[in-house]
């Protein structure tokens, strides 16, 4: 257990890592769990889209957004296949504060590149806890199965975390980047000991 928690404490950056209790919590409410998760991913794959529409003009970003909305798609339907293999229901989705909350933190005004970089480094930061939080199910379930169905997922996103960091990085400067970052970071540790611990929500 040590060594779990000083692996998840580094994990991507974060700079709190989630209450082990969550992973018991969400065990308990699995039609809820899963039913959070697939409109994380809906939500990741309508994000993409949106970026596409707004950036289309940046190459790059068009070329390789494109392919993910495509894998979050799929993701959300594995989710979703999941969800009727054990006959239980899509509810309907929650209000997202976690996300709602991060959204507060972007300029609004400001130079578009500030905007710019704002969007791409909220998607990565959601990518980065929902990785966290996949590897907390993939290590802490006591279902095996469960256990390699979250590994799957944790995977992927840890993937995308690194996408949108360098395409970032692409567009703009290393350092400026850098800095925001760790500013959101430091953003996104208060706004994860706010929330409400909770097992029917990824985040
Ligand atoms: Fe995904
Ligand atoms: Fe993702």
Redesign the pocket.
């Known amino acids: 257990m040590e060594e779990l928690s000083i692996d998840t404490k580094n994990i991507l950056g974060l700079k709190l890592p989630t209450d082990p209790r969550w992973v018991d919590l969400t065990a308990l409410q699995l039609e809820e769990i899963l039913t959070d998760h697939a409109y994380?991913?809906q939500k990741?794959a309508t994000t993409c889209i949106s970026l596409i529409q707004r950036y289309s003009d940046r190459e790059k970003l068009v070329k390789e957004l494109s392919p993910i909305v495509t894998?979050?798609w799929g993701?959300f339907r594995q989710v979703l296949a999941e969800l009727q293999k054990r006959q239980l229901k899509l509810g309907k989705q929650r209000k997202d504060v976690y996300v709602n909350k991060l959204l507060e933190f972007q300029r609004k005004g400001g130079h578009p590149d500030e905007r710019f970089l704002d969007q791409l480094l909220t998607m990565a930061l959601i990518e980065a806890r929902?990785c966290e939080r996949f590897k907390r199910l993939s290590e802490g379930l006591d279902d095996k199965y469960l256990r390699n169905f979250y590994r799957r997922?944790m995977e992927?996103?840890a993937g995308?975390y690194t996408l949108f960091i360098n395409l970032a990085e692409h567009y703009l400067d290393k350092k400026t980047v850098r800095k925001r970052w760790l500013e959101w970071l430091k953003y996104e540790k208060e706004v994860m000991k706010e929330m409400e611990l909770r097992g029917d929500r990824i985040h």
Do not use: G
């Open positions: 994380c991913e990741a894998e979050e993701h929902s997922f992927s996103e995308h």
